[in-house]
DNA sequence: TATGACCGTATGTCCGGACAAACCTTGACA
DNA sequence: TGTCAAGGTTTGTCCGGACATACGGTCATA
């Protein structure tokens, strides 16, 4: 412990103590000032120097040691985790991962119309045959250059318009609209691309492209966006990260 | 709330309480005791009922929650979760994607030879470059069709024999020299195959494969192994869940 | 010098209580 | 009949305290 984390705390906010703390720890992390390996005071210390009480301390040291944050062992104290053994926080889409890498999203929106939902749709989204969807197609790119071409289906209540979309990635206009995805299923494969992807994606003929099926649910449970996507495969790749339990 | 789950507690056990409930009621969420949907007793009468305190009791439901078996809401109570909500626990190989479609794996080693990492290699595995490492290449089928070609580097003390690899998988393997992987990380891409390529995976000439590569960790935080994989995209694709934090 | 017992430290488990906030239902009123 | 306010229910947050257990180092002893 060279010096102690200053955290400021607001009792009169209405976040909770313990994610206030969590917050500035989670801070102090991700921009470096709290290393992997360095040992944080303990529990007791850092509940008594920030006037709050050690339920509470611990609250938030849990929180980010269910993240991977942090690891802590009974008898040695808390510390920051490698950070390779730090899980993301939020499903990842298209537009995150650009800014992660420094890139310009882009976005053409090719079709934005309801349609009855066919057989396959309507098994996607669990919802009867013909019942009618928003059927949205786009042509993504990153620093103006074609990347994929991306169809979603979507409950006509929670939409976005086509002008949003022009602007902002999907999962955010839901997130806008108070529908956070919870959980997705998402099927990955390749195959070869069709004369019209490839000259929709500036690739030659018969190129492989990489095709991606996802269903999003939100927390209640219920589909919000079901969609088939392909990506240039000389240009995109998936990147995860798997945990075990 | 139909009849109360019957949940008995051993005092005695140094198995913590709160991890005796949680885990009486996963049960009875696994088979089939408390359905999806169905709503719990409240906090504050489990408690009572199991002679424990509201907070012990929290711990189990918490826990639970965090696996997304249960779901909880203020002013409402607490409902067993829908069934997809509930995570995934390993790391998954190509032997347990296979079994739980119920189809026989079959493997041919093509080669397991001790050579120098090269640079991509040595920086994939954290090692030092012309580090000695074991090199495995394996033909994987499905129901005697093939279906990839996986190409393996491990560190040299911990590779299974050539022997092992016929019977087993991979991951089982090293498993059983008590090296479990804790992080992987993989990239999923796609390309045309190369004429020998295609000739071992019985595709047409030009075909589009789905690539993998994986660096995996055990807990110590060193890497196990890392492997760059083919597959026929036209039987093979990665299905994931992804959930948020 | 090597080894094992001891002890301080830090987290893990558990208890009891109090108030706040969100949710649903009910009932009164327009 | 429709709407809004009130109230009860349930989880969320926070506090204070107590003892248990695992870890690491130190010190005394063989």
Redesign the pocket.
């Given at each position: 412990m060279a010096e102690p984390l200053r955290i400021d705390l607001d009792r009169t906010s209405?976040v909770?103590?313990?994610?206030q703390v969590a917050s500035a720890i989670e801070a102090a992390i991700a921009d470096g000032r709290l290393p992997p390996g360095q040992l944080?005071e303990?529990?007791?210390?850092l509940a008594a120097r920030l006037?709050?009480?050690?339920?509470?301390a611990?609250?938030a040291?849990?929180g980010l040691?269910d993240q991977g944050r942090l690891v802590?062992?009974?008898?040695?104290?808390?510390q920051v985790a490698p950070a390779r053994f730090r899980r993301p926080v939020e499903l990842t889409s298209l537009a995150d991962d650009l800014a992660r890498h420094g890139r310009e999203p882009g976005t053409r929106v090719l079709e934005h119309t309801v349609v009855p939902a066919g057989a396959l749709v309507a098994a996607a989204m669990e919802i009867d045959e013909g019942t009618s969807v928003v059927l949205i197609r786009r042509l993504r790119s990153a620093d103006d250059e074609p990347l994929a071409v991306m169809t979603n289906y979507l409950p006509a209540q929670i939409a976005p318009t086509a002008d949003e979309l022009a602007t902002t990635g999907l999962y955010d206009a839901l997130r806008h609209r108070g529908r956070r995805p919870r959980t997705a299923r998402q099927q990955i494969g390749a195959r070869l691309a069709t004369a019209a992807e490839a000259r929709m994606l500036d690739e030659p003929a018969r190129a492989a492209v990489l095709t991606m099926a996802r269903t999003a649910w939100d927390e209640d449970g219920s589909v919000i966006e079901y969609g088939t996507h392909i990506y240039r495969a000389s240009r995109y790749q998936f990147d995860t990260t798997l945990f075990t339990g």
């Open positions: 209405p909770p103590l313990y994610h944080l303990n529990e007791i210390a006037g709050i009480s050690r339920p509470t611990r609250q040291l849990r040691v802590r062992r009974r008898g040695v104290g808390t």
